[in-house]
């Protein structure tokens, strides 16, 4: 029985900073950021907007009255927590309309959560195969203003939906896992922005990116060659690029020209909306998947998921006979071509004009889910 990917959808919020702006205010070359970094436009939430409202506006996309009968366990992988107890998931269940019988719970391991939820939703279809499962990726990435790692921020999030007998993408039993405890990028509880050793993630991710190479190339005896693309966790465009680099050299021009100009497809919406931490990796999967004409069915793609502190997964997956009738190519550029362009003032204003939960008050946002009243310590939702 096959188990994997039957629907995908992501949701950015309705504003982005232009990054050559950004660069002109910061003192920077502007190609440090378009082309050192890698991003064109970054994603900014107002307050009214969080991860779950971020979740709920991607799961809309994808839930029908059928598929949400069928869910009965919706799993959020975050690293941007509202709550150090009650998991958003929760909320998000009674917000989409699910089943009473439905188990919900917040994955945390930086940008790996989501991998986590992914494959506990793989075991359970294996076992339940007449369910779905609903796992999202929702993450607001903020470094705060003026910092290194401000021009690597975005927000955002992915749904995706599995199932037996999925639509897009089957999933093996390949994956090799790498747990290393190191302190390159965390985020003390309390802490508004994370701590972060920008030489030593980008280091940690490219030697991770090795060890679970070759690991994999040794389990599974398989090359480059058995594979149509490859996915990374996506920080920032230049980050996958340069981890895929290190590893092509010893490989046929034919197999590194094919990887090199899908990871360009790959990243074509990550240019735009910047990290989505735990949703980063599937972005570049949807953006890969909507933007390939070379790509056809029975193809092998690698996924690499990686979560600072550190967690890594290499894994695989072969896309479905008809997988493009399920893709939401419209509406994901309709989504990105309405967002309004912020001025760097304003994007400062907006940066630092956060919610305030120990206030009660009304909100409005036009946005379908989004704050609506803070009461009591609690944010109450517009559905
Ligand atoms: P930095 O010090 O601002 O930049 O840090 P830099 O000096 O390293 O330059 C960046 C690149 O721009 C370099 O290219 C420069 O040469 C190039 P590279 O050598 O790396 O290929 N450059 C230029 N190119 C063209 N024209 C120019 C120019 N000037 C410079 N004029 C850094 C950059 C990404 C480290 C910083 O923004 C940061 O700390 N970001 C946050 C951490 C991060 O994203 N790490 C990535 C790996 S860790 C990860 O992926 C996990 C994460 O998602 C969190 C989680 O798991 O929860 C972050």
């Given at each position: 029985?096959?188990?994997?990917i ?24 502007p190609n ?6 890698g ?31 069928k869910?009965?366990?919706i799993?959020v992988?975050?690293?941007s927590s ?14 989409l309309g699910?089943?009473?019988f439905?188990?919900?719970f ?10 986590a939820?992914?494959?506990i ?10 369910s779905?499962v609903?796992?999202?990726?929702t ?13 690597t921020?975005g927000?955002g ?6 199932s037996a ?15 290393q405890?190191i ?38 005896t ?25 590893k092509?050299?010893d ?9 090199l100009q899908?990871?360009e497809?790959?990243i074509?919406?990550?240019k735009?909306?910047g990290n ?22 029975g193809?092998?793609?690698?996924l690499?998921?990686y ?6 997964e290499?894994?695989t997956?072969h ?6 009738k ?13 967002r309004?362009k ?9 940066f ?10 009304f909100?409005?946002?036009s ?13 109450h939702y517009?559905?």
């Open positions: 029985m096959l188990v994997g039957d629907q995908l959808s992501f949701y950015a919020p309705p504003f982005y900073v232009d990054m050559a702006e950004l660069a002109d205010a910061r003192g920077v070359d440090k950021y378009l082309i050192g970094i991003q064109t436009q970054m994603s900014v939430a107002p307050k009214t907007q969080d991860i779950v409202t971020f979740a709920a506006n991607a799961a809309k996309q994808i839930l029908t009255p059928e598929i949400q009968k869910i009965d366990m799993i992988g975050t690293e509202l709550d150090e107890s009650k998991a958003s998931a929760v909320v998000l269940h009674r917000l699910l089943n009473p439905t188990r919900a917040e994955i945390k391991q930086a940008c790996y959560g989501a991998t939820g992914i494959q939703a793989v075991n359970h279809l294996a076992a339940h195969p007449e779905n609903l796992v999202i990726a993450d607001n990435a903020r470094y705060g203003l003026n910092s290194g790692g401000e021009p921020q927000a999030a992915v749904a995706i939906l599995l007998n999925p639509r897009i993408l089957a999933l093996t039993d390949e994956t090799v896992t790498l747990t405890d302190y390159d990028f965390w985020r003390p509880t309390g802490n508004l922005y994370p701590e972060v050793d920008g030489p030593l993630s980008n280091q940690t991710y490219i030697d991770s990116f090795q060890k679970t190479w070759d690991e994999y190339e040794k389990r599974y398989k090359t480059f060659t058995d594979f149509a693309a490859l996915c990374f966790h996506v920080p920032y465009t230049k980050m996958g690029k340069k981890a895929l680099l290190a092509l050299a490989v046929d021009a034919d197999t590194a020209n094919r990887l899908r990871y497809e790959s074509h919406y990550s735009r909306i989505l931490y735990t949703g980063s990796l599937y972005l570049g999967l949807i953006s890969l998947l909507e933007t390939s004409v070379s790509l056809k069915a193809d092998k793609i690698g690499f998921s979560g600072s502190g550190s967690v890594a290499f894994f997956g896309l479905i006979e008809g997988y493009e399920h893709l939401k190519k419209e509406s994901h550029e309709s989504l990105l071509n309405k309004k912020l001025s760097i003032t304003d994007y400062e204003h907006l630092n004009d956060t919610l305030d939960i120990s206030h009660n008050r909100y409005q946002d946005q379908i889910f989004s704050i609506s009243e803070v009461k009591d310590l609690i944010r517009k559905q």
